[in-house]
Every structure is written in C-alpha cells, then in structure tokens.
C-alpha cells in the first residue's frame, strides 16, 4: 500500500472537504479524489459518503483513519531514528530521576543508548518529584523515570510502565527482629517507621499507611526525612524501620539487615515519561529504546 495515499486520507479526514485537503498536500482537488477512490478500491470498502455538499466517514472508515494514523506516525518515528543513526546524529539528552529511581535502570538504559547513538551527549539529573514533573513540563528535561505518581500529572506528555521492583523492609543490624531467619507482615504491626518524603513528592504519611495495609500490617508511627541518606542514617542508629526497593536493596552495607515481604504482591512500579511534542528527536529514541511491561494484576505502590 502506497503511504502516500494514507497522509492524502488523513488530510481528507482532517477538512473532511477534498478541496481544503488537496490544498494542504499541495494537489489538485481532482488528484485528491482519484487517491481516495484507489484507496478505497485496493481496501475493498468505501471511506468516506461523499455527495456534491458534504463528505463524512463511514463507521469501516472510522476504523481505518485511527490505524493510519498509528501506522503513519509509527512510520515516521522509524524514519526518525534511522536517520539518527545514519547521520551520526549529535545532540544533547536531559534525563531526569527521582530520588526513589532504581540507579541500574536508569544506568542500563542509558547504556544502550550510547551504544546506539554514541555522539549524543547525555546529561543526566536527579531532582524530588515537584521538580522533576516542574522541569519536564517546562522543558528543562527530556526524559524522566518516576514512579506512577507522575505519569499523568503532566497535560500532553506520554509514559510507559518500564520496571517492576518488588518491597523489602530495611533495619538496623541491631534491630530486635535482625536475628529472624524471615519477615513476616505481621511482625511489622506497631513498628514505627522511616519514610523519605520530598516537598511536593507523592509520599504522605497517610498514603503510606494506606500502602503498609495492602501489605498486611499497620504502623504505629511514621517519621518523615527529606532524602534517601538521611533514611538510611535514621534506620542504622534506631529501632526504626523502613521500606525500600530492590534497587535500593543493593546499595547497603553491613549495618543494615534486609528482609523479602513474604506473601506480599505489593510492588513499586517505575515509568518513562515524556512531554509529547518534544522536538528533541533524540528524547523519543530514548523513550522507544525501553520496552513497555504488559498490564499487571497484582496491587502497587507509589512510593517508599
């Protein structure tokens, strides 16, 4: 099938009027109608209802005009990123993390892209999660990973569930239930525990507690710190405890003992998100680089 029939249907579809269509694509009016009626012979239905006053779609043409569209655009993302590739493309690529962000996937994905686009510089910053959402949506990044808290919170941006991190809980060597061969949810009921929660971020005693329930125990405090380094400082010198993700599992030492949530299907779920109409053709081919995860069943959490 000829593409350029498709961009001349999705005009005709836009003006539904065959004469402002052909105007855009640069034809004569007469040329538009042959292209849509030979498209409409090759598909083997009628597109449009179409009298001497007005040009409308049928319900088969409806259908059609929302895959051209994936279809068109799909084809143009291609183009885009081979002609990337081709040209040796250099540019510059502002990556955003929030400070719950797993640091292997960030480091990973990036890794594959400079394998792919070696001459595009990458600069990559960590801000909480008011700032990140602020930056992207103001065009200071280009590409952030968050948790599911900002996806959405941004008009016209687009996002995709990328990794799936599963829930430990985090103590002090010296802690009384450290000596325990496994955790269980309800060992965790009235222990009083740390949570890192940004200005302006997703985390919220509240919210925690609501999240500490799907897990199957409840809290008896919650202590509030503004980083990651200050939760750990606060768990290693109290018999305080914590929740943190698997990537953030791999980044203690000694001084901690770290336990599986056994019988939880609790998990963080991470995401790359981008501003729509980002101009940067180097942000899209980050975002197309990662694979989104099919729908998951299980219950999530927004934050740790």
């Given at each position: 099938?000829?593409?350029?029939?498709?961009?001349?249907?999705?005009?005709?579809?836009?003006?539904?009027?065959?004469?402002?269509?052909?105007?855009?694509?640069?034809?004569?009016?007469?040329?538009?109608?042959?292209?849509?009626?030979?498209?409409?012979?090759?598909?083997?239905?009628?597109?449009?209802?179409?009298?001497?006053?007005?040009?409308?779609?049928?319900?088969?043409?409806?259908?059609?005009?929302?895959?051209?569209?994936?279809?068109?655009?799909g084809l143009e993302r291609a183009a885009a990123q081979a002609r990337l590739i081709a040209n040796g493309y250099e540019g510059v690529l502002r990556i955003g993390f929030g400070p719950s962000a797993e640091r292997e996937l960030v480091v990973s994905?990036?890794?594959?892209?400079?394998?792919?686009?070696?001459?595009?510089?990458?600069?990559?910053?960590?801000?909480?999660?008011?700032?990140?959402?602020?930056?992207?949506?103001?065009?200071?990044?280009?590409?952030?990973?968050?948790?599911?808290?900002?996806?959405?919170?941004?008009?016209?941006?687009?996002?995709?569930?990328?990794?799936?991190?599963?829930?430990?809980?985090?103590?002090?060597?010296?802690?009384?239930?450290?000596?325990?061969?496994?955790?269980?949810?309800?060992?965790l009921n009235g222990m009083d525990f740390v949570i890192h929660q940004e200005s302006g971020g997703p985390k919220s005693p509240k919210n925690f507690i609501e999240s500490c329930s799907l897990l199957g125990f409840r809290p008896n405090s919650t202590?509030?710190?503004?980083?990651?380094?200050?939760?750990?400082?606060?768990?290693?010198?109290?018999?305080?405890?914590?929740?943190?993700?698997?990537?953030?599992?791999?980044?203690?030492?000694?001084?901690?003992?770290?336990?599986?949530?056994?019988?939880?299907?609790?998990?963080?779920?991470?995401?790359?998100?981008?501003?729509?109409?980002?101009?940067?053709?180097?942000?899209?081919?980050?975002?197309?680089?990662?694979?989104?995860?099919?729908?998951?069943?299980?219950?999530?959490?927004?934050?740790?």
């Amino acid at each position: 099938m000829d593409t350029q029939k498709l961009i001349y249907f999705i005009a005709a579809v836009k003006h539904l009027n065959f004469t402002k269509a052909a105007n855009e694509c640069h034809i004569a009016q007469t040329a538009m109608s042959r292209y849509i009626s030979s498209l409409e012979r090759e598909l083997g239905f009628q597109l449009f209802y179409r009298d001497n006053r007005n040009v409308s779609l049928t319900a088969a043409g409806e259908s059609f005009y929302q895959e051209a569209v994936l279809l068109t655009e799909g084809l143009e993302r291609a183009a885009a990123q081979a002609r990337l590739i081709a040209n040796g493309y250099e540019g510059v690529l502002r990556i955003g993390f929030g400070p719950s962000a797993e640091r292997e996937l960030v480091v990973s994905s990036m890794e594959q892209f400079v394998q792919r686009y070696p001459k595009v510089e990458l600069i990559c910053l960590e801000y909480n999660y008011s700032l990140l959402v602020d930056h992207l949506a103001h065009g200071f990044l280009d590409v952030i990973f968050s948790l599911s808290c900002c996806p959405g919170t941004v008009e016209g941006t687009i996002y995709k569930e990328i990794k799936r991190s599963d829930i430990y809980v985090m103590m002090s060597k010296r802690h009384p239930l450290a000596s325990k061969d496994k955790l269980d949810p309800q060992d965790l009921n009235g222990m009083d525990f740390v949570i890192h929660q940004e200005s302006g971020g997703p985390k919220s005693p509240k919210n925690f507690i609501e999240s500490c329930s799907l897990l199957g125990f409840r809290p008896n405090s919650t202590l509030v710190v503004n980083t990651y380094e200050a939760k750990k400082l606060t768990v290693q010198v109290s018999r305080k405890v914590a929740l943190i993700t698997a990537g953030q599992k791999k980044l203690l030492d000694s001084n901690f003992r770290v336990f599986p949530l056994t019988g939880s299907s609790l998990q963080a779920m991470f995401y790359i998100t981008m501003l729509q109409y980002n101009t940067n053709p180097a942000a899209k081919a980050f975002y197309d680089l990662l694979p989104a995860l099919p729908p998951r069943k299980k219950a999530s959490i927004s934050g740790t």
